[in-house]
């Protein structure tokens, strides 16, 4: 199926990857995708996701720009606005102000007309009313700077995208892992890969990366991310094994960003190694801010209530993992169990209940033991520090917070005293790595010297300087597509060149 002359190769067929191929497709190339997966498995790790987009608005009229809302809906609804300067701060505030600020501006400025254009393709978006509002005095209330999803979730969002490549005449090659980039003193000229086992050299005047970071990939997380990191699950495809990154290096591509830090959250304790697509993201456990979390120590270990979950549940996964085994429990009691998040009632769980927190700590030891004395004691301690004056409000950082605790609990803090008690075992699930390589703000690859590689691009993941030690939730798939499109954009440019 693949022959002749591409002018533009994207490596990889996941969000950024779609959006490089359609923009590059819009301005006249003939565009190729290599998929290492097979068509089953298509759409790599964006397929995962719930879909959550942070992007840039400022009312409800922008919402109306990229999605239907009824008047009912309208009237019920209090979405807020999601400005640039608060996007800005959001991810200042959570990089420790590292991001690269060229990147960060394309990202922040670019992204709702990015979405735009996505629905111009055929994309459609809906409201997060299920995991982003809650209902406060009559209204539902959206909080942590995300409004909108892709329809359907990412199974839809890739579904109208390869919907889109078809009907564009967009070629997607399955099973066709990229291995080797071709190039010379004159930059690269098409890729080496592997289509369903037969070593193919496909030349082309552009190529576009955008085949994910090194999270599938136990040697790399371990060399980069450092120890245990190996014993981490994968929340998504077990495709994102850090090729496009060590093909770029290997051709004097320059490393950038945080290249031991990645995004990772609390995940099933038996959820399997990799990610499941009939379970999608549901694996996750994101309600604890409502919770508290014990280590097999029978200890709190972090502030549950730091922030909404959209600014810590990234850097909590790590927490997770540097807990003694390796896990940790999320306790609630009755007040607040209706709080969580739909993946709390999936087949796939591990939960156990019990009517005394005593009974609880037993059930518990069963599956991954706690310290049964010294969780009793934090239980009673916790209770004891909850400050009941401060009224309860989960739709704000309420401020209801514990008072003398080794750690604080700072918002949503609630006794656990309502029984029956449930508890929820997590582990440490990686989402994706942080460090990869290094682009312009066109999109292009640069060398050792910081000098453009001539007819190399990357998009996604395996871009480095944009996330560092945490992340804004509903970030990635909007890079993706702000940085996907410019670097399609960017490749088509190149079709009067010598592939
Ligand atoms: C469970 C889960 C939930 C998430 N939820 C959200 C969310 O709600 N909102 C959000 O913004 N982000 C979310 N993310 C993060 C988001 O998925 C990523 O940031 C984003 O999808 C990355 O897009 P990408 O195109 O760079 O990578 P991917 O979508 O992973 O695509 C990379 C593709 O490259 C392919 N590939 C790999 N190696 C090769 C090779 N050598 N040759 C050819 N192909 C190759 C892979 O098979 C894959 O299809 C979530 C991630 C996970 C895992």
């Not at 995004?263 to 801010?289: I, R, T």
């Not at 999109?443 to 480095?464: C, S, T």
Request: with cysteine; hydrophobic share 40%.
């Amino acid at each position: 199926m693949i022959s002749g002359e591409y002018d533009v190769v994207v490596i990889g067929a996941g969000n950024a990857g779609m959006c490089a191929a359609l923009a590059a497709q819009e301005n006249g190339a003939r565009v190729l995708v290599l998929e290492a997966a097979p068509f089953d498995e298509r759409g790599g790790n964006s397929r995962y996701t719930a879909g959550a987009l942070r992007f840039v608005y400022n009312g409800v009229d922008d919402l109306l720009k990229l999605c239907d809302l009824s008047e009912q809906e309208i009237a019920t609804s209090d979405f807020g606005t999601y400005t640039q300067d608060k996007y800005y701060d959001d991810l200042g505030r959570l990089t420790d102000y590292k991001s690269n600020p060229d990147m960060a501006e394309l990202l922040i400025t670019r992204s709702q007309d990015t979405l735009l254009w996505m629905r111009s393709k055929g994309i459609r978006f809906a409201p997060m009313y299920s995991r982003q509002a809650f209902k406060h005095e009559g209204k539902f209330v959206f909080w942590g700077g995300l409004a909108l999803e892709a329809w359907g979730g990412g199974p839809g969002l890739i579904e109208g995208l390869f919907n889109s490549a078809e009907q564009r005449g967009i070629e997607v090659a399955y099973e066709a892992r990229g291995e080797h980039l071709i190039a010379d003193d004159d930059g690269v000229h098409g890729v080496v890969a592997n289509v369903e086992g037969k070593t193919t050299e496909i030349r082309a005047k552009a190529v576009v990366l955008a085949c994910g970071g090194f999270e599938a990939n136990a040697e790399m997380r371990t060399r980069y991310l450092g120890p245990g990191w190996d014993l981490a699950k994968v929340r998504g495809t077990r495709f994102n094994t850090g090729n496009g990154i060590r093909m770029a290096l290997e051709i004097g591509a320059m490393s950038y960003g945080n290249w031991s830090g990645c995004h990772a959250v609390g995940w099933d304790y038996n959820a399997p190694e990799f990610g499941d697509l009939a379970v999608g993201d549901n694996f996750q456990k994101h309600s604890y801010p409502f919770a508290i979390m014990v280590n097999a120590d029978g200890e709190r270990f972090c502030d549950e209530g730091a922030d909404f979950r959209n600014y810590t549940y990234a850097k909590y996964g790590r927490e997770i993992l540097t807990q003694p085994h390796q896990f940790a429990w999320q306790i609630f009691d009755q007040q607040v169990v209706h709080l969580q998040r739909d993946e709390y009632r999936i087949r796939q769980i591990t939960k156990v209940t019990a009517d005394t927190i005593e009974e609880l700590a037993d059930k518990m030891t069963e599956y991954a033991p706690v310290d049964k004395a010294a969780f009793l004691k934090t239980i009673r301690e916790y209770n004891a520090a909850v400050q009941r004056d401060i009224p309860y409000n989960p739709t704000v950082k309420d401020g209801r917070t514990t008072k003398g605790l080794a750690i604080d609990k700072t918002n949503w803090a609630m006794p656990l005293e309502k029984p029956p008690y449930e508890a929820y075992c997590t582990t440490c699930g990686v989402t994706f790595t942080f460090g990869g390589v290094r682009i312009d703000t066109d999109g292009r690859v640069l060398d050792v010297a910081q000098k453009p590689i001539a007819g190399l691009f990357a998009a996604g993941e395996l871009v480095g300087g944009l996330f560092y030690h945490n992340y804004p939730g509903g970030t990635g798939l909007v890079s993706g597509s702000v940085f996907g499109k410019i670097a399609g954009t960017s490749a088509s440019k190149l079709m009067g060149r010598n592939a």
